[in-house]
């Protein structure tokens, strides 16, 4: 069995592509995850426990097509794992006329979250009830388990970035949002993009490019204050018509890892394609933006 939720789609979550935006769709998915546990996970004393006490631990997004602006989106959601204090929940999202139309179903995007259940009052991880287990247990088509990504040793090249959090990033625990780190490394990204942009040769042809996919680890929370946070990008790999770029989100007031001090808030994994906008499809990027990566790959 699976849970379907019909999502509406907003003008502003269009990208200057008119394309929905890598951040939206990662919004989507959690509009579709709380109303799955909201509507299946209702018990006589109030709402469904997990969509008031579980963090996700994390995200995996395959961006597969282009979306444009329509009334909604159809997200399917399963469980393909449930552990003593974790579970994962797969969610393909597909655009067409209805719901019902399977001539016009197109599949673009196939996500993963790896969620913990989480106590709030006493700030600390605690493990599935067995109401929790067998409802989430109802909707199981048991996959691959999700493995946390470790980070890459030896140097890096990285570009530093400030990272200011916004009142409007903070859920209702007190904590930045799940997307909203998403919407972090992106600004980071794009920022980082511009200064690296900045050693290609004038009259070089702009390039256009979309997120392919995008792979997040939340590590620590991250809490609403006024001095900003830092989020470090390198290269990570250049490929034909792709890059890849690793991002951690972490507090430059805190000893680094090296000196003991705690690591990164957050991990980001981006692959990013050239694409053609006539077209609407990948592309070979203008070589000068390829070579400019190139050199800042990490050794």
Do not use: K
């Not at 109303?35 to 969509?51: C, E």
């Not at 200011?164 to 600004?187: I, K, M, P, T």
């Not at 000068?288 to 790959?297: G, I, K, N």
């Amino acid at each position: 069995m699976r849970h379907v939720y019909e999502c509406p789609l907003r003008w502003a979550d269009l990208d200057l592509l008119g394309h929905v935006n890598n951040v939206a769709h990662v919004d989507v998915l959690q509009e579709a995850r709380i109303d799955m546990l909201r509507s299946h996970g209702a018990t006589p004393d109030g709402p469904a426990p997990l969509t008031r006490g579980s963090v996700v631990v994390r995200l995996e997004v395959s961006y597969v097509a282009p979306l444009r602006l329509r009334r909604h989106v159809r997200v399917e959601m399963w469980t393909s794992e449930v552990r003593a204090g974790a579970f994962t929940l797969d969610y393909e999202v597909t655009a067409g006329r209805s719901s019902s139309d399977d001539t016009e179903r197109e599949v673009v995007l196939r996500a993963r979250t790896l969620l913990a259940p989480y106590d709030f009052d006493a700030d600390r991880p605690r493990r599935l009830t067995h109401a929790e287990r067998e409802g989430l247990s109802a909707f199981l088509e048991p996959g691959e388990p999700v493995r946390r990504a470790r980070p890459s040793p030896g140097p890096a090249a990285w570009t530093d970035v400030p990272t200011a959090v916004r009142f409007s990033d903070v859920d209702v625990f007190g904590h930045v949002n799940n997307v909203a780190y998403v919407e972090l490394f992106q600004e980071a990204r794009i920022r980082t993009f511009s200064e690296l942009m900045a050693g290609v040769p004038e009259g070089t042809p702009p390039m256009s490019v979309v997120v392919a996919r995008t792979d997040v680890d939340y590590l620590r929370p991250v809490l609403f204050r006024g001095e900003p946070y830092r989020t470090r990008t390198r290269v990570e790999e250049v490929r034909r018509t792709s890059f890849v770029l690793v991002s951690e989100l972490d507090d430059p007031t805190e000893e680094p890892p090296e000196n003991g001090g705690p690591g990164p808030l957050a991990r980001a994994r981006v692959v990013v394609v050239g694409f053609d906008p006539e077209a609407q499809r990948a592309a070979v990027p203008p070589a000068p933006y390829l070579e400019v990566l190139r050199s800042r790959l990490t050794p």
